[in-house]
């Protein structure tokens, strides 16, 4: 079965720093992997989704992640955060295709301090 | 074009009582699937369908059933609720590696 660990389930950023938002998985076949943000009282919305093809994939917002098959990470970046970022990030997994749902981690609620 | 729409968006219930909430998609999708978010847990599946008359269990099915009689519907059944299963539920649609999310149910068991 595959799971995701997410490390850190609070980061505290100032403005204008780097955002790094960790994110490892665990998968015996080859997954496809996404990274989603959820704002207070609000859904869930797609940041950005590595299906296989480039490595490096850019998102919304100015986010993007690099996959390491190598050491089984998905980490989330960011340049340069803002307030509007401030939000619950998760990452989650996802091997049949589609077609057995996805399996997240815990999340990263992430604070931007002033 | 609706996506995927959850109803209701509130409930409280009563310890015992059951419900049933009703999860619709027009897209189409082979796949869906059900999920609880609760406080630093992120969300865990609960079950899903791969199509019509097709469910499996996922992470977290106790004190759930479901059922896949057509592609654009997929319910999600409590048959006795429990104050454990005071949560935020989601449902999803998919295709390949494309998941579409409803707005989510905030049921409160008391």
């Known amino acids: 079965a595959q799971s995701v660990t997410q490390l850190g389930s609070h980061v505290s950023v100032s403005e204008g720093a780097l955002v790094l938002l960790r994110c490892n998985y665990s998968?015996?076949?080859?997954?496809?992997l996404f990274w989603y943000v959820q704002y207070p009282n609000q859904g869930l919305q797609l940041l950005l989704k590595y299906t296989s093809a480039a490595t490096l994939v850019k998102g919304i917002n100015g986010f993007e992640a690099e996959f390491k098959k190598s050491e089984t990470s998905f980490h989330l970046t960011k340049p340069s955060a803002h307030m509007s970022d401030a939000a619950e990030y998760f990452c989650?997994?996802?091997?049949?295709?589609?077609?057995?749902?996805?399996?997240f981690g815990k999340g990263t609620h992430l604070i931007i301090q002033p | 074009n609706a996506g995927v729409t959850q109803t209701p968006k509130f409930q409280v219930l009563k310890t015992g009582q059951s419900m049933t909430l009703q999860c619709a998609q027009d897209m189409n999708h082979e796949y869906m699937s059900w999920y609880r978010q609760d406080p630093g847990m992120g969300l865990r599946l609960i079950h899903y369908s791969v199509g019509a008359g097709i469910t499996d269990q996922g992470e977290v099915p106790n004190g759930y059933n479901v059922s896949r009689s057509t592609t654009e519907d997929f319910p999600l059944r409590l048959l006795s609720a429990a104050p454990s299963q005071t949560s935020v539920y989601f449902c999803a649609s998919s295709y390949g590696s494309g998941y579409t999310f409803g707005s989510g149910t905030r049921l409160t068991v008391v």
């Open positions: 998968s015996s076949v080859p997954p496809y």
């Open positions: 989650a997994v996802s091997i049949g295709g589609g077609a057995d749902g996805l399996t």
